[in-house]
């Protein structure tokens, strides 16, 4: 397991906290720890609680839904510089998907109950924090909405 | 029939009147693409720019534009990949092997990618739209130490769809480009990666100041990678893109393809973004 020095000298290189003040990346990196999975590993599982959010430093995590039909069906996955989860902000707290390590991955694990305790105490980092996650939920509801469009399938598209 | 003399003094024959091609072979490179090598019956080889396109005919059905997908500097049969989605290009890849085909061109502009030399090319590309920029990538990669950075952004439907996959591989591991592939969706399984194709350019490493971009693809995807390229500080003028139209002479006469004051079979079908911006941005073109 790394320490906090590690992670609070790994997390400003991250695009997810990069260009971040330095004393915010310090505060939250009370909240971090490193982690490990091997290839196939689970991260979690739909229904499980989130209390997680991961941010990915090498290797590849596959989102995933199960369906009893056809199998799983993997619709998002997230490389090293990416992020996986924000419902450890959206209540009930419940993951509503499914994410394994689809090769060996290291993250930086964040306790969502710790993170939110800080935006809480401190509104100016929850302010902070909740642009970040914006521009990664943008980010993915911009390439979603692209691949909703079906561009290379429908014909005429 | 009318000809024309060129500087060579060779006779070039009226360009709205078909030679004729022996079918080769068929490859199907996908469920619903497929690779066809021609040869002229006349044994004359087709010369042509990576990027452009013949209207290709199977005799009795129809005429359609397809960008010739094989090596502009190698000898060989001529190329073309097409992915059969109507009435002519069905007829075309279900031919039998020795059917003639009618063939003119070739027609329109180049990518052009010899002016990138010294600097680093960025190639977008998405479904069928690989096969007009192989012929590029061919020529980039017989004279790899010209170029900086050569980068593939990759996306297919799933991975069944994912065109020239054992190529693709040949040109990471060995002639040394880069390649990110993505897919829209995957099976449980797939260890490659699922999203969108632009979501690889802000990720993918090349300097913007000397970068040259082609991209080729469905027009909403070539205009998302267009604006992420310009976010990421490409030259409108250093993006090509590769465009599209409904085509029926191919030379610049019949106006089936004009987008604006552009003929697309003429002008183009590769144009920069710098002049396609303001085109490409308006519903009634
Ligand atoms: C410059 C240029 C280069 C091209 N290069 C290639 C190539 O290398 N390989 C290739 O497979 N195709 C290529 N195309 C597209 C190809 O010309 C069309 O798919 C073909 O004309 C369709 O004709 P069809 O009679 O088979 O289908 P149609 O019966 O005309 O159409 C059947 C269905 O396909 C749709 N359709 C027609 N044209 C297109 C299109 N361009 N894109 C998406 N849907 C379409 C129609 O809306 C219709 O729903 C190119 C087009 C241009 C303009
Ligand atoms: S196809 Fe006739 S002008 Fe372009």
Partial sequence: MGTITEIKDYMPEHPFFKGLDPDLIEFLAGCARNVHFKEGEILFREGDKADTFYVIRKGRVAIQVHNPAGGGMIFDTADAGDVVGWTWLVPPYKWVFDASASEETSAVAFDGECLRGKCEADPAVGYALMNRVMLVMYDRLQAARMRLLDLYGTVGS | ?285
């Fill in chain 2, 1 to 285: 029939m009318t000809s024309t003399v060129s500087r060579s003094g060779a006779v070039a024959a009226d360009p709205m009147v078909p030679r004729t091609f022996t079918l080769l072979s068929t490859h199907a490179d996908t469920r619903d693409t497929f690779t066809l090598e021609l040869e002229p019956t006349d044994g004359v080889r087709l010369e042509f720019r990576a990027g452009q396109f013949t209207m290709l005919s199977a005799f009795g059905i129809g005429e359609v534009p397809i960008s010739i997908s094989g090596s502009p500097i190698e000898d060989g049969p001529l190329i073309h990949t097409i992915r059969s989605v109507g009435g002519v290009s069905n007829a075309i890849v279900t031919s039998a092997p020795g059917t003639q085909l009618g063939v003119r061109g070739p027609f329109g502009t180049s990518w052009d990618v010899t002016d990138a030399k010294g600097g680093d090319v960025v190639i977008i590309t998405g479904g069928i739209g690989l096969a007009p920029l192989r012929p590029a990538i061919l020529e980039l990669l017989a004279e790899r130490d010209q170029y900086n950075r050569v980068v593939l952004l990759y996306g297919a439907r799933t991975p069944e769809d994912i065109l020239f996959g054992d190529e693709m591989r040949k040109w990471a591991d060995r002639l040394g480009m880069t390649v990110e592939v993505t897919v829209d969706n995957g099976p449980h399984g797939w260890k490659g990666r699922v999203g969108f194709v632009t979501q690889l350019i802000s990720r993918a490493s090349f300097d913007p100041a000397q970068t040259i971009a082609l991209v080729c693809g469905p027009e909403v995807m070539m205009r998302a990678s267009a604006n992420e390229l310009r976010q990421r500080g490409v030259p409108a003028g250093k993006i090509r893109l590769s465009m599209e139209r409904n085509m029926k002479c191919g030379i610049g006469l019949c106006g089936h393809c004009q987008l604006r004051e552009h003929f697309i079979c003429a002008d183009g079908p590769i144009l920069t973004y710098e002049v396609l911006a303001p085109l490409m941005q308006k519903w009634e073109l």
